[in-house]
């Protein structure tokens, strides 16, 4: 039976991919990749030579059911993003829904994912967490702030390098500025960095810096 294969892809370091994960994107016939730009350094790193079609947020809805009739039909298809695990912030979700609706079966590989590094590393519990990824840029941003106010669990975020300081400075309102946080950027690249200590502090170690790539906030729940 045909698949429709996630494929998890470096969010850096272009040797952070599994074996499994190159044998697969070898053997399918079709690669879907958010940016096919991006994707052919990696297949070109990998000499992997399967045809890649774009897969995007702008032509997801229309593409996603000639997709799913190509696997009914027995082709194998992988679908990639810029980087991580597609569906997690990325597209990818529709795809899986409308093949699980289908009865197309789905396989999702493990790999990397960003927001799993920047957890473990920041030094907050990690035990129990929630993952919020982008917060609405404007409409309903002031909402799911007071929304996640009572939120005892660690809570994660992704965040666009522009609005760093800003979202860091929303969440020290909303939370308070004493609340631990860690920001990681440029996970698993040369110029990884990890900064760590309440709210008030990141804003005033990100003031002094140019900030570059993109961004994992991992703020501490509330205490009981």
Excluded: W
């Excluded at 840029?137 to 106010?149: H, T």
């Excluded at 690249?189 to 994992?216: C, D, N, P, Q, Y």
Aim: glycine share 6%; aromatic share 6%; net charge neutral.
């Amino acid at each position: 039976m045909a698949k429709l294969y996630l494929v998890p892809t470096p969010i850096g370091n272009l040797e952070d991919i599994t074996l499994r994960a190159i044998r697969i994107l070898k053997e399918v016939r079709l690669i879907l990749a958010e940016d096919t730009r991006t994707t052919s350094v990696l297949l070109n790193r990998y000499e992997i030579k399967t045809p890649v079609i774009p897969y995007h947020q702008h032509n997801e809805h229309h593409v996603t059911p000639q997709i799913v009739d190509r696997i009914a039909n027995g082709e194998d298809i992988a679908i990639v993003t810029d980087a991580g695990t597609p569906g997690i912030s990325d597209p990818g979700f529709l795809l899986v829904r409308a093949c699980v609706a289908q009865g197309v079966a789905v396989e999702c590989l493990p790999g990397a994912t960003a927001f799993v590094p920047a957890l473990v590393n920041s030094g907050i519990p990690c035990n129990s967490f929630c993952f919020e990824g982008f917060l609405p840029p404007k409409k309903g941003r002031n909402k799911k702030m007071e929304e996640l106010k009572g939120e005892t669990r660690t809570m994660i975020f992704y965040e666009s390098p522009y609005r760093l300081i800003k979202a860091l400075e929303q969440f020290s309102e909303a939370f308070g500025a004493d609340r631990k946080a860690s920001v990681s950027r440029e996970l698993s690249k040369m110029h990884e960095e990890t900064a760590r200590g309440t709210l008030a502090e990141l804003v005033e170690h990100f003031k002094s810096k140019t900030i570059k790539g993109e961004i994992v906030i991992i703020v501490a729940g509330k205490e009981d």
